[in-house]
């Protein structure tokens, strides 16, 4: 009797150990998995359509963010955009010589860069059209209603039509301002 219990226990053991996987199995597993990764990382790092997206709300964020200002400040605010560089910044004052605020992360001038001198995500991503009825400065008064700013004669004039158009690669996203509520769409 007692040989039989220790030949069921001896059995009991070796079938739980054949319930695991094996050590070739798990490879095999792991092995499909990176070929698998090889394959899908490179098309999610070339997606255009993410690169746009991510620099469209973020300069939509930011634009929320110097209207808000306005408002809680009750003072006027500029984005002043630099299609060449591809680069904008926010000040509060503009003339005669701007006052830039400060970013409120990085606690340093609100100056952010796009394209080939920007940071990685937005690394590929440009400029292709600002205008605020033709202008490239955008200001926000105490109530928060955009106006285009005119540098040549230092006026502002009640926004009609305002859209920052964003490429990346073929791609292209448009930012369009709302004359009167400063609202925001992304097409």
Known sequence: MAIVRHQR????????????????????????????????????????????????????ADLIYAQNRSISQQKWHWVRFDKANNKYDVVEAITPSPVYIKHPVEASDFIVTIGSAGSKPIKDVSFDTVSFDGKTVLAFDELGTPYSYDTATATSTAMTTGKITLACGTLKLTITIEPFSGELRLN
């Open 9 to 60: 226990r001896t059995g009991a053991a070796i079938s739980s150990v054949m319930r695991a996987f094996t050590l070739i199995e798990i490879l095999v597993v792991v092995v499909i998995l990176g070929i698998a990764a090889a394959i899908v990382v490179p098309a999610i790092g070339s997606r255009s359509d993410l690169k746009a997206t991510s620099a469209a709300r973020m300069i939509m």
